[in-house]
């Protein structure tokens, strides 16, 4: 099940109707009221039922990181895309940035478009094991 929802537009310290929430999120009112039933908070057990935004984007932002399995680790964000990538060829290149971490570069495999990704130095070994990587040193 894909939530497609928009967080923008709702802003924390105000409060909204189930109609009016719908709206600012840019989903329908039955959406809504599957949120409430999900476990939403409200304001209080009183109709019409009002919901604060912040009550609204708490809820949200659980549930968004649950709908989204979490990003493998030879896997990159394409920003052409929109969406998780692997690298072309799983080969990146690796450039330290600081004593803890740096940056992996790759090209994304389907529009070959540059992708980057930070990673810490502690992940590099795993990411050693998936992707063909060549370390840059920074000197
Ligand atoms: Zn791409």
Redo the contacts with the bound molecule.
Sequence with gaps: MASRFKTQSIKANKTYEVAELADAACVSIPTVRNWLKAGMQKVDDQRPTMIMGFQALEFLKTRKVKGKRPMAKGEFF?M??KDR?EPLGAMADYEQTSATGGRLKAF?A??E?P?NRNISARDLPNILKILDVAIRSSS
């Design positions: 394409c052409r895309c990538r994304c389907v529009c478009c992708c």
